[in-house]
């Protein structure tokens, strides 16, 4: 099977769960989201993001180190 | 504790990664414990962590439901704070139905309003483990990029 072929099916496998998963992760727009609401900003949630990934094994003052020191392993 | 929950949502933070998930934090909660007679200081290095709550939207039929990480819904019956970020009103239907004063009133007598309150325990107890119900209106104020 050519290599255009299986990009093909991969496109209509895309599209099939697309349609089939309108509102779940499946329809997950890279564009879309995040969506930041009320005084968030960006590092704030690249932090948060960084923190969850490390299954919330931060303690209060690493956290606040942190915030008073932003790494570039965390910040975009 | 409601009210507490609904005052505090203001100083949460919150982001929505996917259509039907967010994550709610609050990095400047002063949740460091106040120790007694602690004479050497040891209580500052007493280690508390910081956490992101996940909170994720799952469809069980026709009723959609709000699951939060923390599982305080699940714990005390009443939505936690994570959530009233999100849906920034409380519904009737987002308190356990024991919390209601109807039912210390008129659950076990012989009335309708009780055979009303059991089919309603009942339900809610099938779905236990989904989290806190929102209503279609709700669902649908929410699922609009801007509800803040």
């Known amino acids: 099977m050519g290599e255009h072929t299986i990009h093909s099916i991969l496109d209509m496998f895309l599209l099939l769960m697309e349609y089939s998963f309108p509102n779940s992760e499946y329809s997950h727009d890279v564009n879309e989201f995040p969506q930041l609401f009320g005084q968030t900003t960006f590092n704030q949630y690249c932090l948060a993001i960084h923190v969850l990934d490390n299954n919330n094994m931060f303690t209060i003052r690493e956290v606040e180190e942190m915030i008073n020191k932003p790494n570039e392993e965390y910040v975009e | ?148």
């Open chain 2, 1 to 148: 504790m409601l009210n507490q929950m609904y005052d505090t949502r203001c100083d949460e933070n919150c982001a929505r990664v996917a259509t039907d998930a967010w994550i709610v934090w609050n990095f400047h909660k002063d949740t460091q414990p106040k120790f007694d007679n602690d004479v050497l200081g040891l209580g500052v290095m007493f280690p508390v962590f910081r956490n992101v709550y996940r909170i994720s939207l799952i469809k069980k039929n026709t009723q959609q439901f709000m699951k939060c990480d923390c599982l305080h819904y699940e714990r005390n019956g009443i939505p936690c704070q994570h959530i009233l970020v999100i849906t920034n009103k409380i519904e009737d239907n987002m308190v356990k139905i024991q919390h209601w004063k109807v039912y210390g009133t008129h659950f076990g007598d012989n009335s309708e309003i009780s055979a009303k309150l059991m089919e309603a325990r009942s339900i809610q107890q099938n779905n236990e483990s989904n989290g806190v119900p929102i209503t279609p209106a709700m669902f649908t104020k929410i699922m609009s990029p801007i509800f803040g």
